[in-house]
């Protein structure tokens, strides 16, 4: 004390002797300008940085879209049929009731078209148009029934391997399908089948409804459990729960679940769901409780941040005008977290969609042809579908894998963007 | 309603008996004692002013009145605390009903981010008191005028409440109180956030207020609590140091410790 009663005077001199700052020195001016550098240094930085990633996502859509727009298209050849001379054995009324498809397979329409390919196209006919070629024939003559005591000119898909020689070339076909196109016998069209079909051998012939189908029935019991599951546990955890050992060691336990990999909880998965509760192999279900184990910690973390941000003073405000604490929790913290506890949300179903490893250890990489029934029946998912095929040796595949990738990030867009939209909506209430 | 008042004998001709009475009230927070053996009784057509240095326990004090401190797990309310002569801090008693008559205004305005409209009608009805849309409607303006509030906002009832200036939210937040009609309503600092124009609006507002509830505001500002309350209370360091007519406080207080606050000795 008596010491700094001793200094006072001194420090006060000092204060008093201080000779006023000279903004203008020579060293002041270098310090403006090392300021300003640095700025302009970071902001060059920063740019770059943001065009960087940028340009990566340019690369990998341009790539995904040049490689798998071409699998959303199919090849057609013009194939004119005689039916007055074919002789097929159905009456066009016949083709307007239902049964028209059983009744045109046992007419012998594929005979029929098989040999207008003979003689149209000549010996190697059969083996440029597709073995599904007489059934869009059918179709046709469903659609127009008085075709059947004329002739006409069909456009049918080709085979695979004249679908590969007209898009990509460096094929044995290649001669051929310029013979063809300098014929103007080839056209290039939508290939509706790609949307409505499922997993097949023939690449021409696959779907990617089968899997997109399986995706969307295994993110809605994905979303269904999660959800209010993990709402519910951060809402308890940050509103009702004590603190104590008992919850910190709960929020640990939910931290690392968050950072488990993925492969473990299909293994989880594989033991308890399959193996315990004996629940249906590959089905959306199982792949749904699965991927739930996995997104709901995202949920809980990202719940709790949100409903910690809504200000204590509203829960006062609630309080104090006689709410009860569910009143409180459920007309002011969920809605005001809401938009937080959305993005979470957004963050984890992204990375369940996108999820492989876990699926196919439940079973969802089974080669199935047809599009899922239900929640129990076999299934498999975009990702699985996209590992797949990108793992077949024949070369029709890669259009194909890379426009199911397309399919899967049209998906996951669409899926963010209501989440977005969910969210702008509840934080304009306000 | 209809309970007896078995320690305070109504005779005949004896004044009303208090709104709400506290004996002997310590509030602990964890093991630190903030308030010490508090008295006090709180008088319908009365404005009960708190008033001592921050820290001394007046917001605390005034939360154990309508059981806002069970919020805070560490914190611990010993005494007796009645309304109308019912125990509040007896198993018999529900919070959620005491806090619907014993309303309170926080010292930060606190509307909820709805519109005017909704910040006003959600006491009512979480509790039932509007059956019909056009009762609540009336309920909503009744209240914003009490609140001084309607011809401000009677054009603008859909706006968010938080769009409102800071002393319009305050007297919002009046508003949404005193729409459950309450028989006390605390006030904790209302105006410490506010301009003196605002404050001069809810002090106006206090003595308007004052023929039909039971009010206790805490203050800093002295001269607040000389303009607008009859009865004072000065709180030291967790003890209630001295309670009286707030004329006799402000002339002629008994204690030193009172006249030294008074006199702006500290604070
Ligand atoms: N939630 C709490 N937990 C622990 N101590 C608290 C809490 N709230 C207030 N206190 C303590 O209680 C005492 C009284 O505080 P308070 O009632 O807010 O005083 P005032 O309103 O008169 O300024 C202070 O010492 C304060 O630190
Ligand atoms: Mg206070």
């Not at chain 1, 290939?191 to 997109?212: C, E, H, K, M």
């Not at chain 2, 309508?66 to 309310?77: E, H, P």
Request: net charge neutral; hydrophobic share 45%.
């Amino acid at each position: 004390m008596t010491g700094m009663v001793a200094q006072m005077p001194d420090r006060d001199r000092k204060v008093a002797e201080r000779v006023p700052t000279d903004w203008k020195t020579g060293a002041m001016q270098t310090r403006i300008r090392r300021r300003y550098a640095a700025e302009r240094r970071f902001r060059f930085m920063g740019l770059a940085a943001v065009v960087l990633s940028a340009a990566f996502l340019a690369f990998l859509l341009v790539t995904m879209l040049a490689q798998g727009l071409r699998g959303f298209t199919e090849t057609r050849l013009a194939l004119p049929i005689d039916f007055a001379a074919a002789g097929l054995e159905v009456t066009p009324a016949q083709l307007e009731q239902r049964g028209a498809d059983a009744a045109l397979a046992s007419a012998g329409l594929e005979r029929v078209v098989d040999n207008a390919a003979v003689a149209a196209f000549g010996p190697d006919g059969m083996d440029l148009i597709s073995d599904t070629a007489w059934i869009r024939v059918g179709e046709r003559l469903k659609a127009d029934p008085g075709l059947l005591g004329g002739q006409a000119v069909i456009a049918v898909p080709a085979s695979a391997g004249v679908d590969l020689a007209a898009k990509s070339g460096d094929t044995p076909l290649d001669a051929r399908v310029a013979e063809l196109r300098a014929q103007n016998r080839l056209t290039t069209g939508f290939a509706w089948g790609f949307l409505t079909g499922a997993d097949s051998t023939d690449p021409t012939r696959v779907g990617i409804w089968g899997a997109l189908k399986g995706s969307i029935l295994t993110m809605v019991v994905t979303l269904l459990l999660a959800f209010p599951i993990g709402v519910l546990s951060a809402v308890y955890l940050e509103e009702y729960a004590p603190r104590n050992r008992w919850t910190d060691l709960i929020e640990v336990s939910i931290n690392n679940l968050a950072a488990v990999p993925s492969i473990i909880f299909g293994l989880l998965g594989l033991a308890v769901f399959l193996a315990t509760f004996q629940m249906p192999r590959s089905a959306a279900l199982v792949g749904g409780l699965t991927l739930a184990l996995m997104t709901m910690p995202v949920i809980v973390i990202a719940g709790r941040n949100a409903v910690k941000a809504v200000p204590p003073s509203i829960r006062d405000a609630a309080l104090g005008i006689g709410a009860s604490r569910v009143q409180v929790v459920f007309h002011h913290v969920i809605p005001l977290a809401l938009p937080g506890i959305l993005t979470g949300t957004i963050i984890g179903m992204a990375r369940a969609l996108g999820e492989t490893a876990p699926l196919l250890m439940i079973g969802m990489r089974a080669f199935i042809a047809g599009p899922p029934g239900g929640f129990t029946s076999p299934a498999t998912a975009l990702p699985v579908q996209v590992f797949l095929w990108s793992d077949e040796v024949s070369r029709g595949f890669v259009e194909k894998t890379s426009a199911a990738i397309i399919v899967l990030l049209v998906f996951l867009l669409a899926m963010n963007g209501l989440a977005i939209y969910l969210r702008n909506k509840f934080e304009q209430r306000w | 309603m209809t309970q007896v008042h078995i320690d305070t004998p109504v005779q005949p001709d004896a004044p009303a008996p208090h709104k709400m009475t506290a004996r002997n009230v310590d509030v602990f927070y964890g093991s630190k004692q903030a308030i010490k053996d508090v008295s006090i009784d709180v008088d319908m057509d009365r404005v009960t002013a708190f008033i001592g240095p921050s820290g001394c326990g007046k917001s605390t004090f005034l939360r154990t009145l309508n059981r806002m401190n069970d919020t805070v797990s560490s914190a611990r309310v010993t005494g007796d605390i009645r309304l109308d002569g019912d125990d509040i801090y007896s198993p018999q008693m529900d919070v959620v009903q005491l806090r619907a008559r014993v309303g309170m205004v926080f010292q930060k305005p606190n509307p909820f981010p709805k519109s005017i409209y909704e910040n006003v009608a959600y006491g009512p009805r979480i509790h039932g008191l509007a059956a019909a849309r056009g009762e609540m409607d009336e309920i909503v303006e009744g209240s914003l005028k009490r609140a001084g509030l309607w011809e401000e906002v009677k054009d603008r009832l859909s706006d968010s409440g938080t769009a409102l200036s800071g002393g319009q939210q305050q007297r919002l937040c009046i508003a949404r109180a005193i729409a459950v009609d309450p028989e006390v309503i605390l006030m904790d600092e209302p105006c410490s956030a506010l301009d003196p124009i605002a404050t001069a609006k809810i002090e106006e507002l206090i003595h308007e207020l004052r023929g039909r509830y039971a009010i206790v505001i805490v203050t800093h500002n002295m001269q607040q609590a000389a303009r607008v309350s009859q009865r004072t209370a000065f709180f030291h360091l967790g003890t209630l140091v001295e309670y009286g007519e707030t004329s006799e406080i402000f002339t002629n207080p008994r204690e030193v410790r009172t006249k030294d606050y008074i006199t702006g000795r500290y604070g």
